[in-house]
């Protein structure tokens, strides 16, 4: 049978179900299709009435006949199909793939799935290669927001050129500040929330050597270094953004990292710390002969400084 003969039997069997037209009497492809994508009972009944129409669109599995509405959803919307010039070509905006709207493939796409969550990161090297913890996913919002009030840090002891000492209480100005370096051993997120109430707005200068995200095992890391791309940024977001609130408003954050992560590590502290307070970049020349590690080109530089000074 031919192509165009075909076409007519499946319209006119369509045609046949008043479910399946408008109020012309014309086939509704938009109906059809969405009927078809929810496996509408009808239109299989229907469309099984006719043998060389079953033998197009279902296949047999394990001696079953399963409709493939894949085939008929393309077959029915393609522009060959029920050339009418009002409902041949369908002017629609969206986004597709291969051809397909996202709503006639049944998939769903996500951009930057992980930017409203709160990650944990492993700290140990034990902790290395298990899968990174999600706070959302096991935590209520209100136990997480409970997570990140100041906590109680236990276990004080003082370090000093005498050796090392009981501490019975900490050395404050008139103010009540800290005036003492401490050195808090713990989760970076919580920590960082603890110490918030305390000094914000009072800190000078911020340094922070976050994992590069390089997907190596280095030595020199005792941290997860094999975040994927959106979990990194969403690690990195949520302890900038406390971070910025430790600020003085003449005080600066400097971060280092490498080119894996340079340009998106930009863009994110443009929009937490502001895209005009952004000082500029400095590269830390290492090996002047450059690394056979480019893909196209020797690269020379082996860490970059970003630098932002924030006017609060």
Aim: proline share 2%.
């Amino acid at each position: 049978m031919s192509k165009e003969k075909f076409d007519k039997k499946l319209i006119d069997l369509l045609e046949s179900n008043p479910d399946f037209v408008d109020e012309a009497g014309e086939l509704h492809r938009a109906n059809v299709r969405d009927r078809a994508w929810k496996l509408d009972h009808d239109l299989i009944k229907l469309l099984l009435t006719d043998k060389e129409i079953e033998a197009k669109f279902f296949k047999e599995i394990a001696g079953r006949w399963i409709f493939d509405n894949n085939t008929f959803v393309d077959y029915i919307t393609d522009k060959t199909f029920f050339a009418d010039s009002y409902t041949q070509f369908r002017n629609k905006i969206g986004l597709n793939i291969d051809g397909k709207y996202l709503r006639e493939r049944g998939e769903v796409a996500l951009v930057w799935p992980y930017k409203d969550c709160v990650l944990e990161g492993g700290q140990t090297r034990e902790e290395e290669k298990r899968k990174e913890i999600f706070f959302n996913e096991i935590l209520a919002q209100d136990e997480i927001n409970r997570m990140f009030d100041p906590k109680v840090l236990t276990n004080w002891k003082r370090h000093t050129a005498a050796g090392e000492q009981e501490v019975t209480e900490i050395e404050r100005d008139e103010n009540g500040t800290i005036r003492e370096n401490l050195i808090i051993k713990g989760n970076n997120l919580i920590a960082l929330h603890t110490l918030k109430e305390q000094f914000r707005g009072k800190v000078k200068l911020i340094y922070i050597d976050p994992p590069y995200n390089t997907g190596g095992d280095q030595e020199t890391f005792t941290y997860n270094n094999n975040f994927n791309h959106s979990t990194w940024l969403t690690f990195m977001k949520t302890r900038l953004e406390v971070s910025r609130n430790l600020l003085t408003d003449d005080g600066f954050i400097a971060v280092t990292i490498d080119h894996h992560e340079l340009f998106y590590l930009g863009t994110l502290a443009d929009e937490i710390f502001g895209r005009e307070n952004r000082i500029g970049i400095v590269t830390i020349y290492i090996n002047p002969k450059g690394r056979n590690l480019a893909k196209f080109f020797l690269s020379c530089d082996r860490t970059h400084v970003s630098i932002y000074e924030e006017y609060i």
